[in-house]
C-alpha cells in the first residue's frame, strides 16, 4: 500500500540523475542492500523441515529474492520520489514513516513505524531460528563445545541462547545505522570466505567457477569500498568488527587447542 501510494503521488524531479550521490557512495550502499538480502541464506535452514527440499527450496529462494527485489525497489522509489535526499538522510531510520505522512497523513507514519516493528521482529526471529540446527552440526563435526547443542529443559539449546543474548546487545548498544553497518561488513567477510572454500569444493557441488571467481570479487570490491566511504566514518562500528573478529579467532583458537580428538556426543540436559 506504501509503494503503491507514493509512486502514484510522487515527485518525478526527486528521482533525477543530476541529484544522484557519487558512484563511490552507491557502491558503498550495497553493502547494506546486501545486508537486507540475507534471508536468502536463512532460507536454506529450512530444509529438514521441508517435505521435497530438493524441488521447494529453490522455488522457495527464487521466490523470496524476486518479491524482495520488487518491493525494495518500489519502496526505494517511493522514498526519494517523495522525500529529497538530504530529508531522507536526516530522517534516519523513520525515513519511510516519513515518506508515508504526506500522502497517509500522520496515520501513514504510525502505521509504517508499527509495519517496521512487525518486519523487525521477524527478522529477528528469522536470524535466530537457524542457531539450534547450526550449534547441534557444529558440535557433531567438533567445531563447536558440546556445550552450544546442550538444550536446557529439554527446549532451548545454548547455542541459540547466546545468539539472541549478543542480539540483545547490540540493539541495546548501538543504533540502526551502526547495526547495519556491522551487520553488513561482517556478512560481507563471511560470505567471501564462504565462497573462497566453496572453489575448493566445486568439483562436488557442480558450481560453475567463473560465477565463484565473479562472486568474490563484487563481495570483496563492496567490502572495500564500504570500509573506506561509510565504515570508516563510524569508529565505534569499526571497533566492535575488530573485537568480534578477534574473539572469534581467539575462540575457535582456544577450542581447537582443548577439544578431544573426536567429536564428544551431544548431552541433552532434562
Known amino acids: 500500500m506504501f509503494a503503491v501510494v507514493t509512486l502514484v503521488n510522487m515527485t518525478p524531479s526527486l528521482l533525477a540523475p543530476s541529484k544522484y550521490p557519487p558512484f563511490q557512495d552507491i557502491i558503498s550502499s550495497v ?14 535452514f529450512t530444509a529438514k523441515d521441508l517435505a521435497k527440499p530438493s524441488r521447494q527450496l529453490p522455488r522457495a529462494m527464487y521466490l523470496a529474492l524476486g518479491i524482495a527485489t520488487v518491493i525494495y525497489i518500489a519502496i526505494a522509489l517511493g ?10 538522510i536526516s530522517s534516519g531510520g523513520t525515513a519511510i514513516a516519513v515518506a508515508a505522512e504526506p500522502t497517509l497523513g500522520r496515520a501513514g507514519y504510525w502505521l509504517m513505524t508499527v509495519t517496521a516493528l512487525f518486519a523487525t521482529a521477524g527478522a529477528t526471529n528469522a536470524g535466530l531460528y537457524p542457531a539450534p540446527g547450526l550449534s547441534e552440526r557444529l558440535a557433531e563435526t567438533g567445531q563447536f563445545p558440546p556445550l552450544m547443542a546442550r538444550k536446557l529443559g529439554g527446549r532451548a539449546s545454548v547455542g541459540l541462547l547466546i545468539a539472541a543474548a549478543v542480539t540483545l546487545i547490540l540493539a541495546l548498544g548501538f543504533n540502526l545505522d551502526a547495526i547495519a553497518s ?15 572454500a566453496h572453489v575448493r569444493i566445486r568439483a562436488e557441488t557442480g558450481a560453475k567457477l567463473p560465477i565463484l571467481i565473479l562472486a568474490i570479487v563484487a563481495a570483496g570490491a563492496v567490502f572495500v569500498t564500504f570500509v573506506f566511504t561509510t565504515l570508516i566514518h563510524e569508529p565505534a562500528s569499526i571497533v566492535t568488527i575488530l573485537v568480534i573478529v578477534v574473539l572469534s579467532i581467539g575462540l575457535d583458537y582456544g577450542w581447537k587447542r582443548s577439544r578431544p580428538s573426536s567429536p564428544v556426543p551431544v548431552q541433552v540436559v532434562p
Open 31 to 44: 553493502a547494506l542492500t546486501f545486508f537486507a538480502f540475507l534471508g536468502f541464506g536463512i532460507i536454506t
Open 182 to 196: 556491522i551487520g553488513s561488513a561482517v556478512a560481507l567477510v563471511i560470505f567471501t570466505m564462504i565462497t573462497a
Open 79 to 88: 522514498v526519494f520520489g517523495t522525500l529529497t535526499v538530504d530529508k531522507v
